[in-house]
């Protein structure tokens, strides 16, 4: 196996409220949703900076694809890391994550390591952090 990852699918409960945050509300490129002429295959995905997509699929399509059954959500069962170029572009980006709809969880703030980091959670408790690290300028 080749250490790459194309496709992120993140399980939500409201496909269109995930792809109004995601599109609208972030700005992230999408055809919108797809596949809803089919049972459970309605889904949508966004196309990210180096070859990346981020689907949105519901929980209940994602459990009956894989046989296992939805579960409550867990937020710290995983984070996505959004890093910028410098701790002003991290609070433009909290701002705007804050503005369409996301929570935010921690304020951008100085690191114990040296960096300038916060975390929101998008409407279905999936956790960003958005990072400036200073060491990979």
Do not use: Q
């Not at 995905?45 to 046989?67: I, K």
């Not at 304020?107 to 060491?135: I, M, S």
């Amino acid at each position: 196996m080749k250490p790459r990852i194309t496709v992120v699918t993140l399980g939500v409960d409201d496909l269109h409220r995930a792809v109004a945050f995601y599109r609208d509300g972030l700005g992230f490129p999408t055809e919108g949703i797809i596949g809803e002429e089919f049972e459970h295959g309605a889904v949508a995905f966004f196309d990210l900076e180096g070859g990346l997509r981020l689907a949105v699929w519901p929980r209940t399509s994602l459990a009956h694809d894989t046989g296992l059954e939805v579960r409550p959500a867990a937020p710290t069962d995983l984070s996505i890391g959004h890093n910028v170029a410098s701790k002003a572009e991290v609070d433009a980006t909290m701002a705007t994550a804050l503005a369409a709809g996301a929570r935010i969880i921690v304020p951008a703030h100085d690191t114990f390591w040296g960096g300038y980091a916060g975390y929101f959670a998008d409407p279905d408790e999936h956790l960003w952090e958005v990072v400036w690290n200073p060491a990979w300028e």
